[in-house]
């Protein structure tokens, strides 16, 4: 059997009743914190844009069941604000550092399932289907350095995780899902990150379009349920789709390897920062170095950090960036609000932080040495207060060494819906989402969701 195949055949045949308690109750969280940053994404003037620019191009669907936001949208529309939403905020689940997942797996679950009036238990199920399939195609196709670093991109590589989404709540078969996650695999998105993250004209909306890969994932679910045929050897050979999508590996056993045993969607980690996650182990070195030092933000007088080859990107190093996009990926920014006590989220992308004097001041201070370190390890030596400290982190807070704990998850949640839904309604949203399985009808917890009017509708 071929490891399409395998997968299709996984994917097809997974149910609820089939997750351990662990994969069940991780999930849950994946599925609210994704929901969260969709929601936070709102709060700022990029995704109340983004928002109304692609309600413009949908057709009016009054009696559609919502999933979020921002009155009534068709599927495919409703999906490509979702999931460019999810992403917005740089908020989003990261696996390993090689990739968001839940903004193409959430979406689909809860606006599918809503559409279908599925039960929580069909809804987390296939959540889980689309989280593991995502995850294991970008541990499966994760290029090395020298590759990456000429061509790289996420939504092309987890369009299939859409579409393992849909496949399991549309309960198509092994054959069928087989030809809808090929179809995904040929339709996803090209790996543009190079130029719509770390080209000279800085980070742009596109970012890792996620939209398309949603939208991909979807149409190649539905296609394939009508007998649409896919390449059933996408994966195999030198040309096959890890070629692709520019990546110089293909590893069959990562994708295949203890399907059903492993599970690869628990190292799935929540941010506890908006920003890239390359950036969050020189935050937490940074926080730690403060501490250390016993001083101020004001007298600070100098950060140098030494972490992964990505930070020397001129991306990364941008002191003064202008947008809420370009600021994600900004370490003298970041580390800034950071150690200024912004609190993680859309704050951090207020229109007045950028001029912020004292965020320029410290971001000022903020410096790459040539060192290169391996992973996600990160050093900074500060000064301060006639003092010097170096500080390092090796695994970042939020992944899987190092999670969230259950209160600082749920003040996550609670910090990004503030501005849709109130205390009590996102206390109430929130227990719903993480019980999401004794629900008989997900419509329960969708139908919450109040539209979201911004300006100019």
């Not at 559409?115 to 987390?124: E, I, P, T």
Request: charged share 20%.
């Amino acid at each position: 059997m071929s490891e399409l195949a395998r997968l299709a055949q996984f994917v097809s045949g997974l149910t609820f009743g089939d997750l351990p308690a662990d994969v069940r109750e991780h999930c849950a969280v994946l599925v609210a914190d994704s929901v969260g940053c969709t929601l936070g994404a709102l709060q700022t003037a990029e995704g109340r844009n983004t928002a109304r620019a692609l309600r413009r191009c949908s057709a009016p669907a009054p009696d559609a069941p919502g999933y979020l936001v921002y009155g009534s949208y068709d599927l495919l529309a409703g999906l490509s604000v979702d999931a460019a939403l999810g992403n917005l905020l740089d908020f989003d689940d990261t696996y390993e550092v090689s990739g968001h997942v839940g903004c193409v797996v959430v979406p689909v679950a809860l606006r599918l399932g809503a559409q279908r009036g599925a039960s929580g238990n069909q809804v987390l199920g296939a959540a889980a289907a689309g989280f593991e399939a995502g995850c294991r195609v970008l541990k499966a196709t994760r290029p090395g350095t020298a590759a990456r670093s000429l061509v790289w991109g996420i939504g092309c590589r987890v369009a299939p995780a859409a579409a393992a989404t849909a496949a399991a709540l549309l309960g198509l078969g092994p054959e069928a899902t087989a030809h809808a996650l090929a179809l995904a695999c040929c339709t996803g998105p090209v790996p543009s990150v190079r130029k719509t993250v770390y080209g000279q004209h800085g980070v742009t909306w596109a970012k890792n379009n996620m939209s398309a890969a949603a939208v991909a994932g979807v149409t190649a679910a539905f296609v394939a349920g009508e007998g649409a045929k896919g390449p059933l050897d996408v994966l195999e050979g030198d040309e096959g789709f890890f070629r692709m999508i520019g990546s110089d590996r293909w590893d069959a056993e990562a994708l295949c390897g203890g399907l059903g045993a492993e599970w690869e969607l628990l190292r799935l980690g929540l941010k506890p920062y908006p920003c890239c996650r390359h950036l969050h182990a020189a935050i937490d070195a940074a926080t730690q170095g403060l501490q250390d030092l016993g001083v101020e933000t004001r007298d600070l007088t100098e950060m140098k950090f030494a972490g992964p080859v990505w930070l020397r990107n001129a991306a990364m190093r941008n002191a003064a960036p202008g947008d809420m996009l370009d600021a994600q990926f900004s370490l003298p920014y970041c580390i800034a609000v950071s150690l200024l006590g912004f609190p993680p989220g859309p704050e951090w992308f207020r229109r007045d932080a950028y001029g912020d004097p004292d965020v320029r001041h410290l971001a000022g201070l903020v410096g790459v040495n040539e060192e290169v370190t391996l992973e996600q390890e990160t050093r900074v030596a500060m000064s301060g207060g006639g003092r010097s400290v170096t500080a390092s982190i090796a695994v970042p807070r939020g992944s899987r060494q190092r999670p969230l704990s259950a209160e600082e998850q749920e003040a996550k949640f609670r910090r990004l819906v503030a501005g849709v839904l109130d205390g009590d309604q996102a206390a109430a949203v929130y227990d719903d989402l993480l019980d999401a399985a004794a629900l008989r009808d997900i419509r329960a917890i969708t139908a919450r969701f109040p539209p979201v009017a911004v300006e100019g509708d």
